[in-house]
T-cell receptor, first 115, second 112 residues
Framework: ELKVEQNPLFLSMQEGKNYTIYCNYS?????LYWYRQDPGKSLESLFV?????AVKQEGRLMASLDTKARLSTLHITAAVHDLSATYFC???????????????FGQGTILTVHP | EAQVTQNPRYLITVTGKKLTVTCSQN?????MSWYRQDPGLGLRQIYY???????DKGDVPEGYKVSRKEKRNFPLILESPSPNQTSLYFC???????????FGPGTRLTVT
């Protein structure tokens, strides 16, 4: 069974600081997604990481994937209040097998950025 | 405008009364999926569909049915809802599993 674990689950940051959210998963996969959810809203796709070593950046967020370590990171640079949200990683289970549509989410990291 | 729509957005119903939550996308996406979101349990996949007439179970399919007769629609059917199906439901679609998913606005279901 694929397990996806994020840490930290709660993150309180000051504006201007840097931090990293970690996403570990338990079985082989080469496809990982990051999503953002604002309170009371739906999910918004941030990044799709498709191979080992993939790195993507958008604004103050940068995501990377290390399939050998089964680890993805979401790095926040110089945080601003607008980044306050819940961030989820999600991993495709069995990306080469017959269950390549199955997706397992991490628990989510609630990020709060303070002035 | 490219979007995923869900109806209804809010629904309160009683145990055992069959209901359908509709999901429609206008992006000609092949992949569609249903999720439920519960406090403390996060997001869990219910069913997904790789294309018309191709559906498969996610992590929590019990008590749900789906069908994919047309590419744009992927309804979620609860034949006999129970209180443990009270949840926030999201439908999503994408061009395929290598692409980002677009999520619908969510349906908040309460079963009493």
């Amino acid at each position: 069974e694929l397990k996806v674990e994020q840490n930290p689950l709660f993150l309180s940051m000051q504006e201007g600081k840097n931090y990293t959210i970690y996403c570990n998963y338990s079985t082989t996969s080469d496809r990982l997604y990051w999503y953002r959810q604002d309170p009371g809203k739906s999910l918004e796709s941030l990044f799709v990481l498709l191979s080992n070593g993939a790195v993507k950046q958008e604004g103050r967020l940068m995501a990377s994937l290390d399939t050998k370590a089964r680890l993805s990171t979401l790095h926040i640079t110089a945080a601003v209040h607008d980044l306050s949200a819940t961030y989820f990683c999600a991993v495709v289970r069995d990306s080469r097998g017959t269950s390549y549509g199955k997706l397992t989410f991490g628990q989510g990291t609630i990020l709060t950025v303070h002035p | 405008e490219a979007q995923v729509t869900q109806n209804p957005r809010y629904l309160i119903t009683v145990t055992g009364k069959k209901l359908t939550v509709t999901c429609s996308q206008n992006m000609n996406h092949e992949y569609m999926s249903w999720y439920r979101q519960d406090p403390g349990l996060g997001l869990r996949q219910i069913y997904y569909s790789m294309n018309v007439e191709v559906t498969d179970k996610g992590d929590v399919p019990e008590g749900y049915k789906v069908s994919r007769k047309e590419k744009r629609n992927f309804p979620l059917i609860l034949e006999s809802p129970s209180p443990n199906q009270t949840s926030l439901y999201f439908c999503a679609s994408s061009q395929g599993h290598y692409y980002e998913q677009y999520f619908g606005p969510g349906t908040r279901l309460t079963v009493t």
